[in-house]
């Protein structure tokens, strides 16, 4: 038995110099994408119950463009007229050049790290301690995020304005992948609320990051390729040695 269909639970990749696309056509593979997860908003109305006055802030901590995107769109919804004078404090560059997309950037106070949140906190949000901060996150999120600002004693207020849900897996039900690839222990979660008698049998299990490789042996599955280590630091790489490897040895069988 050689490899030769693999599932990745992420969406496909817009760009056509995805590492995943090499990696197929070089080991001859099939490489399917299918996400486990989606994030749906939490209504205005819902969010108006968690008795959290957003102008009663005046600064953003934005850890992603997802809770940039439920911000302004809560906002929109409860009618809120974001200030001028607001701070937004981004994870990174690139998060905070999202801004773009609803306020005039150059006009703002903007600050961002280096896709570091600890650094974040201590480099630039402690500077500002004075700031009343607003924190928009899913409900399903880094517990790092809220203790970092917990242990620094910044104001904030924590808002869920979005949830990770399981996406609907049933069209997938008499479908079978050799490998399936996972980078989120909510994609593991998924896996099971879509296939609830889900039996690993000979498919293997490939993960990104130490979160979700508890999650697949705390689920009882047997974790056959885990990245980022230091030889293989992505998983296309941990992919391609793993591959390349179990299919020579069973070349002949």
Same mark, same amino acid.
């Given at each position: 038995?050689?490899?030769?269909?693999?599932?990745?639970?992420?969406?496909?990749?817009?760009?056509?110099?995805?590492?995943?696309?090499?990696?197929?056509?070089?080991?001859?593979?099939?490489?399917?994408?299918?996400?486990?997860?989606?994030?749906?908003?939490?209504?205005?109305?819902?969010?108006?119950?968690?008795?959290?006055?957003?102008?009663? =802030?005046?600064?953003?901590?934005?850890?992603?463009?997802?809770?940039?995107?439920?911000?302004? $769109?809560?906002?929109?919804?409860? $009618?809120?007229?974001?200030?001028?004078?607001?701070?937004?404090?981004?994870?990174?560059?690139?998060?905070?050049?999202?801004?773009?997309?609803?306020?005039?950037?150059?006009?703002?106070?903007?600050?961002?790290?280096?896709?570091?949140?600890?650094?974040?906190?201590?480099?630039?949000?402690?500077? =500002?301690?004075?700031?009343?901060?607003?924190?928009?996150?899913?409900?399903?999120?880094?517990?790092?995020?809220?203790?970092?600002?917990?242990?620094?004693?910044?104001?904030?207020?924590?808002?869920?304005?979005?949830?990770?849900?399981?996406?609907?897996?049933?069209?997938?039900?008499?479908?079978?992948?050799?490998?399936?690839?996972?980078?989120?222990?909510?994609?593991? $979660?998924?896996?099971?609320?879509?296939?609830?008698?889900?039996?690993?049998?000979?498919?293997?299990?490939?993960?990104?990051?130490?979160?979700?490789?508890?999650?697949?042996?705390?689920?009882?599955?047997?974790?056959?390729? =885990?990245?980022?280590?230091?030889?293989?630091?992505?998983?296309?790489?941990?992919?391609?040695?793993?591959?390349?490897?179990?299919? $020579?040895?069973?070349?002949?069988?």
């Amino acid at each position: 038995m050689k490899i030769k269909k693999i599932l990745v639970s992420q969406p496909k990749p817009e760009n056509d110099k995805s590492p995943y696309f090499e990696f197929a056509e070089k080991n001859n593979l099939k490489v399917d994408f299918r996400p486990f997860i989606k994030v749906e908003g939490v209504e205005g109305k819902e969010f108006r119950q968690k008795r959290i006055n957003i102008n009663d =802030h005046t600064a953003v901590i934005f850890t992603s463009r997802t809770a940039i995107d439920h911000f302004f $769109r809560i906002c929109e919804e409860l $009618r809120v007229n974001v200030p001028d004078t607001m701070k937004y404090f981004c994870v990174s560059e690139s998060v905070a050049l999202y801004l773009q997309k609803y306020i005039v950037y150059r006009k703002r106070k903007i600050f961002f790290g280096n896709n570091n949140f600890k650094n974040l906190v201590e480099q630039d949000i402690v500077k =500002h301690s004075s700031e009343k901060f607003l924190l928009p996150l899913s409900d399903i999120h880094k517990p790092e995020i809220p203790r970092v600002l917990d242990k620094n004693k910044i104001k904030y207020s924590k808002a869920i304005m979005y949830r990770t849900v399981s996406s609907d897996l049933s069209d997938l039900s008499d479908v079978n992948y050799d490998i399936l690839v996972f980078y989120s222990p909510s994609g593991i $979660r998924s896996l099971f609320h879509n296939f609830p008698e889900f039996e690993q049998n000979n498919t293997k299990i490939a993960c990104f990051g130490p979160a979700t490789a508890r999650a697949v042996k705390k689920a009882g599955l047997k974790l056959d390729i =885990h990245a980022p280590t230091t030889e293989t630091p992505s998983m296309t790489m941990a992919l391609d040695k793993y591959v390349r490897e179990f299919n $020579r040895n069973n070349n002949k069988k």
